[in-house]
């Protein structure tokens, strides 16, 4: 089936930096763009950028650009989101989700990580 | 940056009677190519990632029950639950795909 599996829990130092992984299976994954999305603790959602896995091309959220760092590795079918600098703030679940590439039939996020959750504490 | 704004930030509704949930985009989501409304709704559960509703505003997902509609076009969006189920308490989330990501500050529903 369709899916989206993330690397496990994280816990790391304020200055730190997080390298969260996102494997695809169960459809081509250089046909959908990966989105990553993050959620602090009790907030909402909050778009982070996305990855197209055929050129590697990535667009960052403002908030996040010099910060994260977007890439993947199609011989494995698994994306990378890189986030470096680690605040308290930071501590939230990641997901990643994907969504399809083609601008004329984009339709929403319809499959998602089951989320990876990086606590940033001293 | 399209600012998503959702009303009411929390719903308290009777099992069998209907939720509405508005969403409203600082600027239309309407891409004028295909005539589609780059708007979507996600329902979110304790402990879950969110899971998509809608699309194009007003498209169900496969296998997302019919009693979830969505409606509206450019700014003015709404999500409406026709007969809420228990299995239906979570937060919901609008989203814009039209120009980067955003999402509104969620609805939670309750009982």
């Known amino acids: 089936q369709v899916q989206l599996v993330q690397s496990g829990a994280e816990v790391k130092k304020p200055g730190a930096s997080v390298k969260v992984s996102c494997k695809a299976s169960?459809?081509?994954?250089?046909?959908?763009?990966i989105h990553w999305v993050r959620q602090a603790p009790g907030q909402g959602l909050e778009g982070m950028g996305w990855?197209?896995?055929?050129?590697?091309?990535?667009a960052y959220a403002q908030k996040f650009r010099g910060r994260v760092t977007m890439t993947r590795d199609t011989s494995i079918s698994t994306a990378y989101m890189d986030l470096s600098g680690l605040t308290s703030d930071d501590t939230a679940v990641y997901y990643c989700?994907?969504?399809?590439?083609?601008?004329?039939?984009?339709?929403?996020?319809?499959?998602w990580g089951q989320g990876t959750t990086v606590t940033v504490s001293s | 940056d399209i600012v998503m704004t959702q009303s009411p930030d929390s719903l308290a509704v009777s099992l069998g009677e209907r939720a509405t949930i508005n969403c409203k985009s600082s600027?239309?989501?309407?891409?004028?190519?295909?005539?589609?409304?780059?708007l979507a709704w996600y329902q979110q559960k304790p402990g879950q990632p969110p899971k998509l509703l809608i699309y194009w505003a007003s498209t169900r997902e496969s296998g997302v029950p019919d009693r979830f509609s969505g409606s509206g076009s450019g700014t003015n969006f709404t999500l409406t639950i026709s007969s809420l189920q228990a299995e239906d308490v979570a937060v919901y989330y609008c989203?814009?795909?039209?120009?980067?990501?955003?999402f509104g500050q969620g609805t939670k529903v309750e009982v």
């Open positions: 600027q239309s989501v309407l891409y004028t190519s295909n005539n589609k409304n780059y």
């Open positions: 989700a994907r969504q399809g590439a083609r601008t004329d039939d984009l339709r929403g996020m319809d499959v």
């Open positions: 990855l197209n896995p055929n050129s590697g091309d990535t």
């Open positions: 169960g459809y081509t994954f250089t046909d959908y763009f």
């Open positions: 989203q814009q795909y039209y120009y980067a990501r955003t």
